[in-house]
């Protein structure tokens, strides 16, 4: 009786564990298969890359999304999170992953000529874009608001909106990617336009106190609090990259009317998600 118990009991655990196992498996397939790209015949796009044995995809350094190596050390030429995308777009396809050379000019134009089949240069997203290409979002881009910490007017400001009251001065360059932002987001504050001395940011008219705050790009911002010390920036949280001031989503283009392509693409980025911003983050961080 003791002997059958104990083999009742085993064959318990034994019938427990292949339930687990299959569980796991079927949570494992349950993406691989949501991921795989359209059968033959149901992407005209998908059809000719396996034909041609390449995803031709078109590049222009942008970080941090798509960083070129020009020293020939990394063997692959490129790195950043649209390339490890694109990577995994070729492996699921079967195929070779060939970059071709774009300029800003035409890095929109090379899609509907179909000499590539997308352009993962880092683009925008935008309404006069979207008339001509669809996208495949993974990042945004967005504004921080800096200044320094010593600052009563910045010490006292617990968010972006804090800033927008009369007696605080936002410095901004003119001509300058945050110049109608700027004019718009603070109308109570005294705006200050100075040119553009090369800088990513109006940081000499911080440090020289004419100015409390200044708008900067989110990804130069972490490069510029290392460098400059006594600096402090809102929103705070997460060091201000999940900033929502002036986003931009960021994303991958392709030519349109391609819904079974265009969908499978969105998808597989979708599930990389994790992978992607962890990606963008390293190069952040190491970027001087």
Known sequence: ???????????????????????????????????EAPAP???????????????????????????????????????????LLAKEYARLLGVTLTPVPVSHETKVPVLAANQVDMTISPLAET????????????????????????????????????????GVTIAYFTGGAEEAWVKQRFPNATLRAVANSGATAPIEEIMA??????????VPWVGLSRKVRGLTVLPAEANCQQSTEKASPVGLAVDKNQPEYLA????????????LDADEMRIIEQTP
């Open 127 to 166: 309404p006069e874009r979207l008339k001509v290409v669809d996208f495949v979002l993974y990042s945004s881009t967005s504004v921080c608001m800096f200044g320094l910490a010593s600052n009563p007017r910045m010490a006292a400001a617990k968010s972006v909106d804090d800033l927008n009251r009369p």
């Open 41 to 83: 015949g149901q992407s005209a796009r998908v059809d000719a890359i396996r034909k041609a044995g390449q995803l031709r995809v078109g590049v222009l350094q942008n970080a941090p999304w798509l960083i070129q190596d020009v020293s020939g050390k990394s063997g692959e030429g490129w790195s950043g999170p649209a390339w």
């Open 1 to 35: 009786m003791q002997q059958r118990n104990k083999g009742r009991r085993a064959w318990h655990r034994a019938a427990v564990t292949l339930s687990a196992c299959a569980l796991v498996a079927c949570g494992l397939a349950a993406p691989a298969m949501a991921q």
């Open 264 to 275: 499978w693409l969105r998808q597989v980025a979708a599930g990389m998600k994790t992978r």
């Open 209 to 218: 106190k004419r100015a409390d705050a200044a708008p900067i790009n989110r």
